[in-house]
């Protein structure tokens, strides 16, 4: 691994020269995930010994309310979480109300919408620190 | 231009903030939780100057408060590059 992304991680209990070499993190996700699925996502992340944070949000198609997780990663971890927010968080079909039309009284007819997976961006963190 | 994402204590949020408006950094506050902290946290959005990254991360390391607990983190940044940028 390049030794750019190796940084010396010194725990306060340890002793001295009992170093941990970790690499840092060099990549931020945004994943955009729908509020039902968040609990799952993000222990199946914790887990995995991903750092989560979330921020609660709205948006999408029927501008319900979601929730978009950042998480701090290495570049090896990305296909992991990738695939773990695949695996929690599903598409499902729900029914909205809409007015039938060209009928004389709004009839309301429920109307299948696709919502949900989740939408992710992966961004290059130039520079990462904990303080 | 480079955007700092900063997560932050909730009980820093002020201090820090007023520390970066202070100096004329730009700053959007969100409230998240999560695990970087473990409690209530806020996330901040700065836009700076290349030249001035530095800057806004002194001024971030020195407004955040320890907790007096050892191995807890006070502040995660995360500095990201922007292709691109304006003000409408």
Redesign the interface.
């Known amino acids: 691994m390049n030794e750019k992304y190796l940084k010396v991680v010194r ?3 340890m002793e001295r020269g009992a170093e941990r070499i970790e690499p840092s ?1 060099d990549r ?1 996700m945004f994943a955009v995930v729908q509020a039902q699925d968040v609990r799952k996502a ?1 222990r199946a992340l ?1 887990a995995a010994g991903l ?6 949000s709205t948006g999408g198609f029927l501008g319900r309310r979601n929730v978009t997780l ?1 998480i ?1 990663m290495r570049g090896n971890q990305e296909e992991l979480a990738v695939k773990l927010i695949h695996d929690k968080c599903r598409q499902r079909v729900e029914y909205v109300s809409t007015p039938l039309e060209g009928a004389p009284l709004p009839i309301p007819v429920a109307t299948p919408v696709t919502v949900g997976g989740a939408t992710v961006f992966t ?9 | 231009m480079k955007m700092i994402i900063a997560i932050i204590g909730d009980h820093d949020n002020e201090s820090v903030s007023q520390g970066l408006i202070q100096s004329d950094f730009r700053v959007t506050r969100i409230a998240s939780t999560g695990a970087f902290l473990r409690r209530g946290s806020s996330t901040l959005m700065i836009g700076v100057e290349d030249d001035k990254v530095d800057e806004a991360i002194q001024i971030i390391r020195v407004r955040t408060t320890s907790t007096g607990e050892t191995g807890v983190k006070r502040a995660t940044l995360f500095v990201l590059n922007i292709e691109h940028y304006s003000q409408i």
């Open positions: 725990l306060p209990d993190v931020l993000s914790n750092l989560v944070a979330q921020l609660t950042l701090g961004f290059m963190v130039e520079h990462y620190e904990e303080i």
